[in-house]
């Protein structure tokens, strides 16, 4: 199927693809993720999004929080070990406009989990950069564990959004100013992180040492960055990778990328890098083919 239409709707931010022939046509971003759609409904989100784009027409393939109970449809997940053809073959038609591609979960005495989207990327990633485990970096990142094809485990660590809640909504960040980019202040942190098992006993003195004059208050963001990377990697690789040395695959933009990758280097891991924009459509298209057989 190489004419479609795909639609990323994540928690804040929504972007759909038009293509036809396999060219993209257009792309049209919006912030009305399903947490902000001010009062309106899904399905008017989507006619707004998607006015004079064949969608009577072509397959409309739809993933992330859009399938949560929240979005437009309470889409089941697929409990884990799953295989990554299961994907494409369990979509949720919804109100005949498109097809919502389910998310994976995990549900152990140990390990209760879920994600919406990831999945997506993921089926694209195994296409393109093919690996027994691979790192989704973003507000919750992923760890996950594939062999042969499925999808075993994963793992959830919320570093970014524990760093925006530290920086934003507690004394660690009460009264800062504008914070710059400070590469050194994100290499301490990162080192302090790996090394230190004890994380709960060093956050507050992200906010002593600047308030002692021993660390530039511009810096605080870096350095809790540094702190809260490293330690999510150096802990993923005792726990998760388990010693492990074979590639990763790393799955990010271009800005989270570069500071998995010194943690990774730190910590003795090596990893692939896959932009995870490109693994998405790669996905998404995959997805779309199968809707034509």
């Not at 795909?6 to 009305?32: K, V």
């Not at 879920?114 to 919750?140: I, K, N």
Request: glycine content about 10%; overall charge negative; aromatic content about 8%.
């Amino acid at each position: 199927m190489n004419s479609y239409i795909a639609i990323d709707w994540g928690s804040t931010n929504l972007r759909a693809w038009y293509y036809r022939e396999g060219i993209c046509q257009q792309e049209r971003r919006s912030e009305s993720g399903i947490t902000r759609l001010n009062g309106r409904t899904p399905a008017a989100v989507f006619t707004a999004l998607t006015e004079g784009w064949p969608v009577s027409e072509l397959p409309v393939v739809m993933a992330g929080m859009v399938g949560s109970n929240a979005g437009w449809l309470n889409v089941p997940y697929l409990p884990c070990p799953v295989s990554l053809s299961d994907i494409a073959s369990n979509l949720t038609r919804v109100e005949n406009r498109g097809w919502i591609v389910p998310g994976l979960s995990m549900s152990h005495d140990d390990n209760f989990n879920v994600m919406r989207g990831e999945e997506t990327q993921l089926l694209g990633a195994a296409q393109l950069s093919p690996a027994a485990c691979y790192v989704m970096p973003g507000t919750h990142c992923k760890w996950v564990r594939e062999d042969q094809q499925k999808i075993v485990g994963f793992r959830t660590v919320m570093t970014g959004e524990l760093h925006h809640l530290l920086l934003n909504h507690s004394l660690i960040g009460a009264g800062l100013p504008q914070q710059l980019a400070d590469a050194d202040a994100f290499r301490q942190g990162l080192e302090t992180g790996a090394n230190d098992r004890s994380i709960l006993s060093r956050l507050f003195e992200v906010r002593a040492a600047h308030v002692l004059g021993a660390r530039p208050r511009e810096s605080v963001s870096d350095f809790l960055s540094g702190l809260l990377i490293g330690h999510e990697v150096a802990l993923m690789a005792e726990t998760f990778i388990r010693g492990e040395r074979a590639p990763l695959t790393l799955i990010a933009g271009s800005s989270l990328a570069d500071r998995y990758q010194q943690a990774m280097t730190f910590s003795g891991l090596s990893a692939q890098l896959l932009d995870g924009d490109y693994a998405f459509q790669h996905g998404i298209r995959s997805i779309a083919n199968e809707l034509d057989h």
